[in-house]
């Protein structure tokens, strides 16, 4: 089953080359399939002649369409598109093979004369195969068929049997060629997914969902009265009930607008229930579709248009389907238009499987998802303790565990929890949940929760997980349904740390973002079952299935080594600074439960680096941590995704290297060729190695599943690789081959999955004291060692850079505070504990050093040091809180002492407050005290530290000011002066009550007795080698001591003592040697505490009796190397402005290491050139080169706004990695643009090289070059760029737009260009409110610039303001970042204009007199012309409907007279001729803070300026070339006055204002101080208006040169609303060279709907265009020939083929008019603009379909407007006679005769109006006939040429203003059985669209139902033509009814009857009326000769009596009335037979 397409030839394609002829190459796309042929070169006419074939995975279909492209290949740059179609493959299908031409659509969507001839055969399939969906299907057992899988049966866990996959690892064959076409469709789906998916922000957004609800088709049920409910997230929307059909047609809007973050927007389910309305009852469900809001956003353009859904019932899915809804549905996001969707048209033939919303041919099919949920570990405390401590009073032992966990799984809508486990931090549930789904689904990801159940309250959040469905299932051949585990799932969030108060970090425990912290995890199993449905939401695991959980659970030891390089960036914090690193749960410190591990560094001092920065000092001694974890066995699932990640790294680092290669201007092919083999090859490679095998246990049924399908895809990638190769070899097309190449990256990346990893991430935190600061998380796939070295993880055991920051911010105004708090260097490795001693190999050289450690610590009482009064004990650890004696610490098992105890003081301790600083700024405070009432002054001042300690002298006496000591190595550089910055008073002095308590006032009051002021002093380094010595002296005596001092023990610790210091403690460290590799050093106390009796002892709290020593890793000298940095700062482009200037003082600041360096400040700058060069020295770094080759330090670079006042601003900071030089010999750096991030968001670039160079010490090393001051060092030559003179061209025609600036209006603005260091200003403008245009607009300057693009410099654009008193401030500014695309080349285009001499006559150049008489009377003609007067039957709409997409609307007649089309722009006319900047450019003016993104930053535009640049290289040698830009080049700068015309035709999908989902549009329009608002014509409730409205407008360009067009609601008491706003610059239109003023006419018509519109005959219009393209006056040689630029026109050759209209005009203006349409001339066009509304930016709000004409009064008077006019709508009448009904539903059955009989009536009515009308009732027709003899009439108006009806009607009975509708005319007509109890009874129908209806059978035997189209049927063959009532007017015959209640149509009666419609004036001439009443004419109607048995019974009881029961029980009455007769005769002769007996006796006996 195949399609196999030869593409053959092609004519008449467009040139769009300047040089030569297009080169065409064919592009043939079928199912994501992609084919090409070869390039022709330089031809318009291609033939190809090559047949391509398409491999099909199911039949072909309706809806399948061939896509066509014709491109021009370019060698260099994006293919441009000659031409495009759609063929739609249903022909081919039907006849089997085709060869046809096809027309090719041009790129805006109009049809061009190109064409392509293309064959195609299509060999029909012996069967049909289905298709996966969504990954959500796939293929084998799971996907389908009759195997016992789909049953529901699973194979049992850790039995599954791996088959092949034992034993060594299998490679791949290669072998099996290429995929189906379901696979490519997959992979194409999700390689979308991903592309839309990664642009999206990480950050609240705005969003709009549109549901544009169209119409249904095949609902169940009868007389239905449907109604769409589309319920998205919360939110919801319906639309209006329609009437009594199940295929009704709406064509309403649905808005929900939504600011959430992208990934939650994606995950909301949206539900579209369509039901039915009953006033009497709750609406009833018909049906429903459900799906993520993430399966639309995911598709091309991000919507469905014309989509089909299948509606089923949720209740019940195997109930099959319930009917179809079309809709279409957009996910707009900012900056995403709208895809246009055709018109909405309701039609009987439509294919709805075609389009319909899931794969063809997928059945959906009920399943049941069932999650198992046996258990969790390590949940945190989520309750607080308040008791725990008083049970212990009362002896209570065990402590509660203080969490309440349930678990809850959530899908599609779907939510199912587990029961909540009181008081279990490990809980077990052992619990299933099955949720009932249909497959494939629409949702993909599986929400997995643990919440903290709370009797108080809402409950917690511990953590939220996530399950992607299309990460555990798979589509395409190799294909498998979901399925997932058993297997434990980690969950992160907040930090671990229970507080009482409120997690401010609860929403990341939530999931909205990525979690910081490990909190638990679950084991989870997942499976989907096919075919049935849960019969229960809950139940208990079996006890059997909780025991084969034991593979799963069985744990292996890993070991998790950690070694330090360096902390750098360490932000100033009070507390040591420490890091943690942990594993889920293991290491963290802060944790109680947690067993004691060596997983912290020794808390550590920051030290200042000099500059800016804090760094640890941890120098030659590197701290290292080590801890043992027990997790699951991964090693199989690890190493698979590690060697998938190796060759996805390997093959993306080759493709962008090609594409490196590729992007240079003058790249070498060969280079690229040659590079692309090298990376096919070692795509070969790595394919070609084995992949690991399966385990022999513990494996689950995905790891089987997914390791065939990557065995799968990978196969099949090695096997297109291959030829690839091949082919490469062959002919290395370098842009196809390179496409092959993404696409196989594409799809590796897409197998890089592993979701069942259970060993959790490492996070490294940063600790101050116990608080945790900053954090980051590395994937411990990435740091698993593995002997196999493509198996090991990416960062494993390699020296990494690392960046911590803290936990994400919710909110967008929060970012400012989260900032990146430390950079750590260090070394990871994570592997089995069975391969600990790899990981010595793999660290850097030194010792490691293993310390057992404790703490002295003592108090201070009455100045004396000692143990009384310690709050702590004696010797403990770091905290305090554990007691840790010397004699305590026993050497563990395996390891043993290396010495004795010695005192080892914190690493700060030898580095001063001045370390590292050349100033430093010392400071003394002056205090002074007083008795209260008493003045200042009386006693004695004393000076002392910022601490209040006295300033002390060597002779212990206290000093003051003048006697404070400069410190060794320092000399003064400034005298004493009290500082005024503080809050202090004018002398400097504060205020408080006593200084011990502090709380200074900068005002002075009676109750305050102390006061002091800040003396400050600056001193600067001097270098004495005598001081250094007695430094490092001093230094050493410190440290033997080792005391650090705080004021109390829990305080922040200080080297120098002073004296409020109450608390002082020292560190004690012991070696340990290790003698057992396999032995942990933990040090255990159990036995010491037993020991002890003593009570502090008994009492003394310890939380855990384990202890961890410390680790270092050891640097010896020889193990030191010395390097130097040079960081050459050349410049930065396009910073963010932070000063209210809109420009800032940008420096920056360099950290490499522990080491900073800081550039030059320049002054108002935002693309700032430094040319320096940072030179850093003497650096010292550990290990061998080698290592620091491979992974050298990072550098990371900010950069600060300077300010004078306040803190300086953050502008942005970016990372390089150095360029590691260990020889001379290594080539030097070159110059590359780094991006420069701002809080996530894109700040600018720098331009720079960064080099580290060993300093071996055998060679001198030169220092860079300095500055011309000397101050310091530039960028050195070979290293900046080789510059070049090149010409910098401006034309600064004019400012627009202005604000204020300082509250005074901008009226004389100057322009200041500065590039290069060159700048030149223009003349002021004199009075820019008159005429704001330049009055010498030119500027022309030479500056040296780079040669290289790349490295050219910025083009800063200054805006100043000439004011009084000399003043010019600058109002604005715009710089053009790179002046690439302003390179011009300056050489003029050579024209030559053809002479023809002598031989042209006079009348071939006639005078200008003659010229301007016979300009004259032509325009009389086209204004006098009798014909002009005659009434066309075309008007404007003719002409619009006939260039658009709506064929129900276009009247063929006007195409057949071959009338003019307009160009139909589906978006601004700007976008089609490049914005309109070939003459001018305007640019944005910025001011004030923020970036210069014009979309995001609009409050920070000031102004326009209108301009162009061009940049041109000047020759070294030889003349300069002329100058592009001169005077006689450009327009006069003058005003000019014009009338502007806007045409508004109509709006579409307007967003609505109203509570009723519409708005009430209209239109405002305003140009400068003109407005007109257009509220009276307010259109009432709709979503889509026509206005057909014109407004003029008087305008002076260039002072009202924004045209802006307002669509407003209408509100009749509240303010009107806007609805959205577009704007159009009316002077681009005006100097454009596109002649954008008013649209060119294809054709010059003297009268009619094409009559001649411009200013200017068409002739003027073509000299006036040579003129400006200097291609020389036209040539007319006759009426009929002439030439333009060397080119011969002939009118004769151009008009043959036509169809020409009546009316046209002269000759040579005809021939003038043609040749101005081929000269790209702004055509006669409507153009569709998008509306904009600031509260949504950034998404469109409608369009709005307008034109604009320009006309200038300069160039004469401005012609007659175009009438459009909405058409006004003719009265109409439909008349309908219904005659007899024949073989109607007998629908109910007599009580009294068991008859089966029916009281028929028809009704019926024209859809949307309000009138029913019906017939009477024929009572008890027995056989389904009834007679009527009855006429509806339904007055209407229509438009016959757009064939709609106008409805105009309130919706409500409270509604204000009639809603007007344009509907197809349908009318409905049913048949009722009517009851006179019960409701009527519902017996058929029967939809008759009157522009489409069958005609009438002559006998009630010929009439079926097939004689209706039926939509679910499209194999059905209708009977009879179709024929259009309006054509017709009048029609008898018989018709059928039908009812579809079960969804099949059957049939339920036959009516005769009479259909006609009437115009208004027939409708006069011919009266009728309603039913039989007067007129009763026009055909006369009689009484209906109905049977003597149609009666109402109740009515009539006599004839009740005769012909129902005297007919049926007669015989029953006569025996009836004889057997009483009868009975009563028997009474009486019983009653009287005793009397008479008696008499009888006594008669006898007695005579």
Same mark, same amino acid.
């Given at each position: ?89 249903? !022909? ?53 068929? *009759? ?62 969902? =549109? ?59 949206? #539900? ?26 995911? &598709?091309? &353009? ?27 549905? %957009? ?41 198992? @949920? ?96 299309? &990460? ?360 089995? $504990? ?5 990981? =010595? ?97 009386? %006693? ?14 060597? !002779? ?162 020889? &193990? ?148 011309? !001051? ?81 490295? $050219? ?64 009377? #032509?325009?009389?003609?086209? !204004? ?49 001729? *490049? ?96 407005? @007109? ?79 001649? =519109? ?20 036209? +040539? ?10 060397? @080119? ?7 008009? $043959? ?27 006669? %066009? ?49 008349? @309908? ?9 007998? *629908? ?55 064939? +709609? ?11 204000? *203003? ?190």
């Amino acid at each position: 089953m195949s399609l196999e397409v030869t593409v053959k030839s092609a004519s008449s394609l467009p040139n769009v080359e300047r040089w030569s002829k297009s080169d065409p190459m064919a592009v043939l796309v079928f199912q994501n399939e992609k084919k090409k042929t070869k390039v022709i070169d330089n031809n318009l006419d291609p033939e190809w002649n090559q047949s391509f074939t398409f491999a099909l995975s199911s039949p072909l279909g309706g809806g399948d369409k061939l896509e066509v492209k014709v491109y021009d290949y370019e060698r260099i740059g994006r293919n441009r598109l000659l031409g495009e179609t759609n063929i739609p493959l249903g !022909d081919v299908a039907r006849a089997g093979s085709t060869d046809t031409s096809y027309t090719l659509k041009a790129k805006d969507g109009s049809m061009s004369k190109a064409k392509i001839n293309i064959a195609m055969a299509y060999k029909a399939p012996e069967g049909a195969a289905g298709g996966g969906g969504g990954g959500s299907s796939g293929g084998g057992q799971e996907a389908g068929g *009759d195997d016992d899988a789909d049953e529901g049966e699973t194979v049992p866990l850790g039995d599954v049997d791996a088959g092949d996959e034992q034993g060594e690892g299998e490679r791949l064959s290669g072998e099996g060629g290429k995929t189906s076409a379901a696979t490519e469709q997959a992979r194409h789906k999700a390689r979308q997914k991903r592309s839309a998916r990664s642009q999206l922000p990480d950050k609240p957004t705005d969003f709009q969902v =549109r549901f544009h609800i169209i119409e249904a088709k095949k609902l169940i049920g009868g007389n239905l009265q449907p109604v769409v409910k589309v319920i998205c997230g919360k939110d919801v929307e319906q639309t209006s009930t329609q009437k009594g059909t199940n295929a009704p047609f709406w064509d309403e809007m649905v808005y929900f607008n939504f600011k959430v973050l992208p990934k939650d927007m994606l995950d909301k389910v949206c #539900e579209i229930k369509v039901l039915t309305a009953n006033f009497l009852v709750k609406d009833s469900l018909i049906g429903s579709f459900k799906f993520d809001l993430g399966l639309v956003y995911d &598709e091309p &353009e991000h919507c469905f248009i014309h989509k089909w859904l299948l509606l089923t019932d949720p209740y019940d899915p195997s109930g099959g389907s319930k009917g179809y809804l079309k809709i279409s549905i %957009h996910v707009l996001g900012p900056g995403d238009e709208p895809k246009p969707s055709p018109p909405s048209i309701s039609s009987d033939n439509v294919d709805i499987e075609a389009n319909l919303l899931r794969p063809s041919g997928v059945r959906l099919q009920a399943g049941t998802m069932s999650i198992k @949920i046996y258990r969790a570990e390590d949940l945190p405390q989520m309750d607080p303790g308040y008791f725990e401590g008083i049970k212990k009073l009362f002896g209570a032992t065990a402590q509660k565990e203080l969490v309440d966990p349930y678990t809850v799984v959530a899908f599609a809508g779907h939510k199912g929890r587990t029961d909540v486990i009181w008081n279990e931090m490990t809980p077990e549930w052992n619990h299933q949940v099955n949720l009932g789904v249909r497959f494939p689904s629409m949702c993909d990801r599986v929400k997995l929760y643990m919440k903290d159940k709370d009797k108080i309250g809402k409950d917690d959040y511990i953590g939220t997980t996530y399950i992607h469905l299309s &990460e555990i299932s798979a589509p395409g051949d190799n294909g498998f349904l979901p399925t997932f585990g058993p297997v434990f799932v980690n969950i992160y969030g907040s930090p671990r740390e229970f507080t009482d108060l409120p997690d401010k970090y609860e929403y990341l425990n939530m999931g909205k973002l990525p979690g910081v912290s490990y909190r638990g995890r679950v084991m989870i199993e997942l499976d989907v079952k096919i075919g049935k449905l849960p019969t229960e939401r809950h139940e208990d695991i079996k006890l059997v299935e909780q025991k084969k959980l034991t593979p799963y659970l069985r744990r292996r030891k890993y070991k998790l080594n950690v070694a330090f390089d360096s902390a750098t960036m360490v932000y100033p914090i009070d507390s040591p600074v420490e890091f943690e690193i942990s594993i889920g749960n293991y290491g963290n410190k802060l944790d109680k439960f947690v067993p004691a591990t060596s997983s912290t560094t020794q808390p550590t001092n920051p030290v200042y680096d000099g500059c800016k920065y804090h760094y640890l000092p941890w120098l030659d001694t590197k701290p290292c941590v080590t801890m043992n974890c027990d997790w699951e066995d991964n090693t199989y699932r690890i190493e698979s995704l590690n060697i998938l990640l190796h060759m996805t790294e390997k093959l993306e680092a080759g493709v962008k290297a090609v594409k490196d290669i590729i992007q240079l201007e003058d790249y070498d092919l060969t280079e690229a060729g040659a590079r692309l083999l090298v990376t096919i090859e070692q795509l070969i490679e790595n394919l070609e190695q084995p992949m690991p095998v399966l385990p022999e246990q513990g494996f689950t049924k995905l790891d089987v599943n997914l390791r065939k399908y990557r065995m799968g895809e990978l196969n099949t990638i090695l096997y297109e690789a291959r030829h690839l190769l091949q082919a490469h070899g062959a002919s290395p097309d370098i842009e196809s081959n390179l496409y092959e190449c993404e696409d196989y990256l594409h799809r590796l990346y897409s197998l890089c999955v592993e979701p069942q990893n259970s060993v959790p991430d490492v996070v490294i935190w940063m600790l101050s004291g116990n608080k945790r600061v900053a954090s980051h998380r590395i994937a411990s796939h990435r740091v698993m060692y593995s002997p196999t070295a493509k198996a090991r993880g990416k960062d494993s055991g390699k020296m990494q850079t690392i960046f911590l920051s803290p936990p994400a911010v919710e909110k967008e105004e929060e970012l400012k505070n989260r900032k990146e708090r430390s950079q750590v260097r260090l070394q990871i490795w994570l592997g089995l $504990a069975k391969y600990q001693s790899e990981w =010595r190999n793999e660290t850097p050289s030194g010792e490691v050093a293993v310390y057992a450690e404790t703490y002295e610590n003592q108090a201070c009482i009455f100045g004396k040091w000692g143990t009384f009064g310690l709050l702590r004990p004696n010797f403990s650890d770091a905290r305090g809180k554990r007691k840790l004696k010397k004699e305590y610490f026993v050497a563990p098992e395996g390891w043993q002492w290396h010495n004795d105890w010695f005192i080892n003081p914190e690493l700060s301790v030898e580095f001063d407050a001045d370390e590292g600083l050349n100033s430093f700024q010392e400071d003394i405070y002056e205090h002074e005290i007083r008795l209260p009432f008493t003045g200042w002054g009386h %006693h004695e001042a004393y000076w002392a530290d910022v601490r209040g300690d006295k300033l002390m002298g060597r !002779d212990e006496k206290p000093l003051t000011r003048d006697q404070f000591e400069c410190s060794e190595g320092w000399a003064w550089s400034t005298q004493w002066q009290f500082d005024l910055n503080g809050a202090v008073d004018e002398d400097g002095w504060e205020y408080c009550i006593e200084a011990g308590l502090g709380g200074w006032a900068s005002s002075e009051r009676n109750i305050h007795l102390c006061r002091r002021r800040r003396w400050v002093r600056t001193r600067v380094r001097t270098y004495d080698p005598k001081v250094a010595e007695r430094k490092i002296a001093k230094r050493q005596k410190r440290i033997v001591e080792g005391w650090e001092y705080a004021r109390l023990p829990n305080f922040s610790y200080h080297t120098t003592e002073h004296t409020l210091d109450l608390a002082r403690r020292r560190r004690f460290h012991r070696k340990l040697i290790n003698v057992d590799p396999s032995k942990p050093p933990i040090f255990y106390f159990a036995e010491e505490k037993k020991k002890k009796k003593k009570k502090d002892e008994e009492d003394d709290d310890q939380d855990d009796s384990a202890s961890a020593p410390r680790m270092f890793l050891t640097y010896t000298d020889n &193990e030191t190397h010395t390097y130097q940095l040079r960081a050459y700062i050349y410049q930065a482009r396009e910073l963010h402005g932070r000063d209210k200037s809109g420009l800032s003082d940008p420096y920056g600041i360099m950290s490499f290491n522990r080491y900073s360096a800081r550039t030059n400040v320049l002054k108002a700058n935002i693309c700032p050139t430094w040319d320096q060069t940072l030179w850093v020295e003497s650096i010292k770094l550990f290990g061998d080169p080698s290592s620091v080759l491979q992974s050298p330090p990072v550098i990371h670079i900010e950069f600060f706004d300077k300010d004078t006042i306040g803190s300086n601003e953050l502008l942005g900071c970016t990372k390089a990695v150095p360029t590691v030089r260990l020889n001379p010999k290594t080539p030097q750096p070159r110059l590359d643009w780094y991006p420069i991030i701002r809080y996530t968001k894109p700040a600018g670039e720098l331009l720079a090289a960064f080099e580290l160079i060993l300093d071996s010490g055998d060679q001198m090393m030169l220092a860079p070059p300095k500055s011309k !001051d000397g101050k310091y060092f530039i960028v050195p030559t070979g290293i900046r760029p080789v510059l070049q003179k090149t010409r910098i061209e401006v034309l600064c025609w004019g400012v627009r737009d202005m604000k204020k600036y300082q509250l005074l209006s901008v009226t004389s603005p100057l322009v200041e260009i500065e590039c290069g260091g060159t700048v030149v200003r223009t003349q002021p403008i004199k009075d820019a409110s008159k005429d704001p245009n330049f009055p010498d607009p030119i500027i022309s300057f030479d500056v040296f610039l780079p040669k290289e693009d790349l490295y $050219a410099p910025p083009l800063n654009i200054r805006v100043c303001d000439k004011r009084a008193f000399g003043r010019q401030p600058m109002v604005g500014t715009h710089v053009i970042g790179s002046l690439k695309t302003y390179y011009t080349d300056p050489t003029p285009e050579k024209i030559v204009v053809e002479s023809f001499g002598a031989a042209q006559d006079a009348a071939t150049h006639p005078e200008p007199a003659q010229v301007e008489a016979q300009k004259q009377l #032509e325009e009389e003609k086209l !204004d006098a012309d009798p014909d002009n007067k005659k009434e066309s039957p075309f008007d404007w709409w003719s002409m619009y409907y006939a260039s658009g997409n709506d064929d129900t609307k276009i009247q063929p007649e006007y195409m057949e007279e071959g009338y003019d089309l307009l160009k139909m722009f589906h978006t601004e006319v700007e976008e089609q001729f *490049d914005y309109f900047t070939d003459f001018a450019e305007t640019f944005p003016l910025y001011r004030g803070k923020g970036s210069r993104d014009p979309d995001e930053s609009e409050g920070q535009v000031c102004g326009y300026l209108k301009g162009a640049v061009k940049v041109y290289p000047l020759p070294p040698d030889g003349p300069a070339p002329e100058k592009i830009l001169s005077t006689h080049s450009v327009p006069s700068t003058s005003a000019e006055e014009c009338v502007v015309r806007v045409y508004v035709i109509k709006a579409n999908d307007l967003q609505p204002q109203d509570p009723n989902g519409k708005s009430d549009p209209f239109i405002k329009v305003k140009i400068g101080k003109e407005k @007109i608002s257009d509220e009276d014509n307010f259109i009432p409730n709709t979503l889509n208006p026509i206005f057909g409205r014109m407004f003029e407008l008087p305008a002076t360009l260039p002072i009202d040169r924004t045209l802006e067009i307002t669509v407003m609601d209408h509100d009749l008491l509240s303010a009107n609303d806007l609805i959205g706003t577009t704007k159009i610059d009316l002077e681009n239109r005006y100097l454009t060279k596109h002649m954008a003023l008013a649209g060119l006419p294809q054709s010059f018509a003297k009268s009619g709907p094409n009559k001649w =519109r411009l200013q200017h005959l068409p002739r003027e219009l073509l000299s006036e265009v040579c003129k400006r393209r200097r291609y020389g006056d036209p +040539v007319f040689h006759s009426p009929t020939q002439c030439t333009v630029n060397n @080119i011969l026109y002939n009118l004769d050759e151009i008009e $043959a083929s036509k169809t020409l209209p009546k009316e046209l005009g002269e000759p040579d203006q005809r021939l003038a008019l043609h040749i101005l349409n081929g000269m790209g001339l702004v055509p006669e %066009h409507v153009e569709r603009r998008s509306l904009y509304n600031p509260a949504y930016p950034k998404i469109e709000q409608g369009t709005l379909e307008m034109w604009v004409d320009i006309f200038p009064k300069s160039l004469g008077p401005a012609p007659e407007p175009v009438d459009i006019s909405p058409r006004k709508p003719e009265k109409f009448e439909l008349r @309908i006679v219904v005659y007899n009904t024949v073989d109607v539903t007998l *629908d109910e059955t007599s009580f009294v005769t068991g008859e089966q009989m029916s009281d028929i009536y028809v009704k019926g009515w024209l859809r949307g109006m309000d009138e029913t009308q019906k017939t009477d009732v024929h009572y008890r027709s027995m056989d389904g006939d009834g007679n009527f003899n009855w006429r509806f009439v339904y007055p209407f108006e229509y438009i016959a040429s757009e064939q +709609v009806m106008v409805v105009s009607k309130k919706e409500h009975f409270w509604s204000l *203003d009639k809603t007007v509708k344009h509907l197809q005319p349908r009318l409905t007509l049913q048949v009722w059985d009517n009851d006179l109890f019960n409701p009527d009874d519902f017996l058929g129908t029967m939809d008759i669209n009157l522009l489409c209806m069958p005609e009438g059978t002559r006998n009630a035997r010929s009439c079926n139902i097939n004689m209706f189209p039926d939509p679910g049927n499209p194999d059905q063959k209708l009977k009879g033509r179709m024929v259009s009532l309006f054509q017709k007017k009048r029609m008898k015959g018989f018709w059928p009814f039908y009812n579809e209640a079960d969804g099949e149509r059957v049939l339920a009666g036959k009516v005769e009857m009479e259909i006609e419609v009437l115009t208004e004036e027939e409708v006069q001439l011919r009266p009728a009326g309603k039913a039989r009443d007067d007129p009763n004419m026009n055909p006369h109607l009689e009484e209906p000769n109905r049977p003597a048995t149609s009666f109402l019974w109740i009515m009539s009881p006599f004839k009740t009596l005769r012909f129902i029961i005297w007919r049926h029980y007669k015989w029953y009455i006569i025996f009836g009335i004889i057997l009483v007769l009868f009975i009563i005769l028997l009474a009486i002769w019983i009653y009287s037979a005793p009397s008479y007996f008696m008499e009888w006796m006594t008669d006898t006996i007695l005579p």
